[in-house]
């Protein structure tokens, strides 16, 4: 879920909010984030306010939001999710957002002491680690070529490994995911895809969300379901 969107960078209000997610966590919290340079920066604004109240980061750097929720989940961890799409934006899943803007508006923080400030992991293996569950469970075979709206997210960093596994072609649009430039609108990839030989469409959107053009139209917020999915097709 949003918890966070603010046109502008404030790092203050990004550090605030480590504060509240740190203290209402009190445990260990997965952080990620997209490739844009502002999102490196709010996500350490977030990481300094969360270790201040003692709990831990496991940060797993770049990597696509709908990927990280996976990834989370099956780690049995909390997250949060740097990401720019009209300004910077924080998604949260597995905490109690109520709690969180409770602890905001009142700030009654829990501020640890400095031999308890929570330690920062780095895990930058998360993708690769998702990415080996994955093909060890899915071994389907997609013949022909698939149109990919990447939204210039880090979805790009699915590909070719996708391609290569599961046997398509991928033609990949708006992957440039370090750009600030607004991805081409979906009438854009539409056209493009009404117009070309391919077998399907995947439109990778910002919040986390996969769209699937065929013969029916569905959106996922989980990798697994959209590849059970193809796997039924």
Known sequence: MEIYHSEKFNPEELALLGRAVGTVTQGTIIVGRDGRAISRYGKRALVVGVVSTGSAIMD??????????????KKGLPLAYIYYHKGVRVEVGGIDVDEIDAIIESKNFI???PNDIGATVYYPNALEDFLHEVFKHYNIKLEGKVLVDCMNTPAVLLFPRFNEHFGFEAELIND???SYVPPKPKEVFLQKLKKGNYIF?????PEGVVEFYGEEEKS?????KLLDYLRSL
């Open 201 to 205: 469409g995947l439109r990778f959107k």
């Open 111 to 113: 501020e640890a002491p």
């Open 176 to 178: 440039m995911m370090t």
């Open 220 to 224: 996922f917020k989980s990798m697994w």
């Open 60 to 73: 797993v750097r770049l990597i696509p939001l709908i990927v990280l929720r996976d990834f989370a989940h």
